[in-house]
Nanobody, 121 residues
Framework: QVQLVESGGGLVQAGGSLILSCAASGRTFSSDAMGWFRQAPGKEREFVAA????????YYAHSVKGRFTISRDNAKNTVYLQMNSLKLEDTAVYYCAAGRYGVLPRLYDYWGQGTQVTVSS
């Protein structure tokens, strides 16, 4: 089992920045990668970014590339999502997940509880 706890969400004005954290505990070695997903009201959960624990390979959704940065601290078993130049359409509940590297939610076996990010005009 892997436990994931997100933090860092909140209310921010458009154009502002936030950083989300995801602390992993338990059998973290069983996971190849960590991902961030988001879900807005009435919409399906969508991929945001992913990073491999080993090597640090990253991949981003087109909608956030150049604005968001995913990083990891292997010693702390923590993954971060730095979000800059936030837009209204970034408003969603953000989830971190542990599993296999990729963009599909079904690749990830473990999920956090989610943290709300609200971008205001």
């Amino acid at each position: 089992q892997v436990q994931l706890v997100e933090s860092g969400g909140g209310l921010v004005q458009a154009g502002g920045s936030l950083i989300l954290s995801c602390a992993a505990s338990g059998r973290t070695f069983s996971s190849d990668a960590m991902g961030w997903f988001r879900q807005a009201p009435g919409k399906e959960r969508e991929f945001v970014a992913a990073i491999r624990w080993s090597g640090g390979n990253t991949y981003y959704a087109h909608s956030v590339k150049g604005r968001f940065t995913i990083s990891r601290d292997n010693a702390k078993n923590t993954v971060y999502l730095q979000m800059n130049s936030l837009k209204l359409e970034d408003t969603a509940v953000y989830y971190c997940a542990a599993g296999r590297y990729g963009v599909l939610p079904r690749l990830y076996d473990y999920w956090g509880q989610g943290t709300q990010v609200t971008v205001s005009s």
